[in-house]
């Protein structure tokens, strides 16, 4: 059976309603992962290399800051891409939410508040210079992005068209719905796992 990697979004968990949404989509003919993230990117960067190391992953999806992580390590670990609403300015995102926050939804530590500090958005402004150095030739066509028509927080298709070629629209915002997750994002995945 067929196994996919889903990453999710900065504020959202494992259990988000994409996430689960992609579970369902596919529970008779793939595996979908969703693990809880970690906070930090270095962290997490390494996180999802040793998962997918020992998972061995057909596809990753990611959603917004999830698909910034899949973009970086998807062509290094040959894997295909699809980036649902890509957030590739981490850093402009949270310097406007500096302070106490609550996950949008259970994590499975049940560790549900967090901070965003100056710290944290050090960290990711690193990694943004450097985020489509693995960019190759050969990915231009395997790595897909998907955006929301009536997504009001990331607009980075342009940037996207830069370094690939494959770029789709959905009549949605920038967290799918279950609906959005089925109608657009399966059938997707789906072209990507059969390449």
Not at 47 to 53: C, G, K, V
Not at 140 to 157: N, P, V
Request: charged share 25%.
């Amino acid at each position: 059976m067929k196994k996919i990697l889903f990453l999710h979004g900065f504020f959202a968990s494992g259990q988000c309603v994409p996430a689960v949404a992609l579970r369902e989509a596919f529970k008779d003919r793939a595996v979908v992962l969703t693990p809880d993230l970690p906070m930090h990117p270095k962290e997490t960067i390494e996180f999802i290399r040793e998962l997918i190391d020992r998972e061995k992953p057909d596809l990753l999806v990611g959603n917004s800051c999830g698909s910034f992580y899949a973009q970086m390590v998807a062509p290094v670990l040959g894997i295909p891409a699809l980036l649902g609403n890509p957030h590739f300015q981490m850093t402009e995102f949270l310097k406007q939410r500096i302070g106490e926050h609550q996950y949008k939804s259970p994590r499975k530590d049940g560790k549900q508040n967090f901070v965003i500090d100056e710290a944290l958005i050090e960290e990711f402004a690193e990694l943004e210079p450097i985020q489509f150095n693995n960019s190759i030739p050969d990915f231009k066509d395997r790595i897909w992005g998907l955006f929301g028509e009536l997504d009001t927080l990331a607009h980075f298709e342009p940037l996207f068209l830069e370094h690939y070629n494959r770029s789709f629209h959905f009549p949605g915002g920038h967290t799918p719905t279950a609906e959005e997750v089925r109608s657009w994002y399966v059938p997707l995945a789906e072209k990507l796992l059969n390449q």
